[in-house]
């Protein structure tokens, strides 16, 4: 610890510019699927545990759709639409009958959801680790001490424009507008004549392809594997609860956030620490809300 520490600071100039630039385009992924966790839980009130799950298959599916020669466009237009009608489906079958009921149920069945996905994946493609090869060139700097695969920069590109789309959809279509409605005032959202129930359907499934559209992300720049999943959940709760519902560029902020945290804890700590960093932030955050909470019921007295 204390040797990659004066290593940090010694080199700081140049390996703060690698440090800074994977946990860039790590947040960036993180931040799809987060944004869609904070959808359905503000529209819908469920709280997906099988979110991170819902990115594994996205990857997989991107990674089948590679070894058939598909182009990385093409994968990316073909497993968002494929998670939409998977996310739909789920929720005809299992969330519109756990809207209504307490909190619990709904963390149980997206928790037995979540070992579904996980053992049906694993049936299907094995329990290897998988990720996509895209033979793209690698730039390097400072005598190969900061290197930047040009398949991240593509990535983070996609994930921009998906971002900026998102933001467009949510703010100038009717179905973004009755999604926001109804995250507001449901019952209002009904007097006026919306759909709650096609609203909830569309949310669920629309956040079924944004974890569709990060799972082909990670498939590129990192490694996919069956029992992943939990690790992006993680994730996802911790951004979404320090960001918020619904804030888009909250979301993206506590995913940067939160991905240079973590690249950070790795560099400093080692790789196998990486994953404790968003648990940290949660709890942290979660601890603070508390504090802010209790103030407020003083103030109140």
Known sequence: MWDNLQLLFVW???????????????????ALSAYGLALVW?????KNLA?????????????????????????????????FIFGWIIYVVMIRRIIDQDMFVSLLATFGLSLLLQQVINLIFGPEVQTIDMEM??????DNMVTVPSSKIVTLGLAAVIAVAVVLFMKRSRAGQAIRATAQDPRAARVLGIDIDRVYAFTFAFNAALCGAAGVLVSIIWVIQPFYGITYSVRSFAIVTAAGLGNLPAVIGAGFGIGLFEKYTGAILG?????????????????????????DRQVVR
């Open 271 to 295: 790789t196998a620490y990486e994953v404790a960093a968003p648990v940290t932030i949660l709890l942290l955050v979660l601890i603070y809300r508390q504090i802010q909470m209790r103030r």
């Open 12 to 30: 700081a100039p140049i390996i703060n510019v690698q440090v800074i630039l994977d946990g860039i385009f790590v947040g960036a992924v993180f």
């Open 51 to 83: 979110q991170g799950d819902f990115v594994i298959m996205g990857g997989y599916l991107a990674f089948a759709l590679h070894q058939l020669h598909v182009p990385l466009v093409l994968i990316l237009l073909i497993v968002m639409p494929l998670m």
């Open 42 to 46: 503000g529209v819908m009130n469920i």
């Open 137 to 142: 060139p690698v730039y390097d700097a400072f």
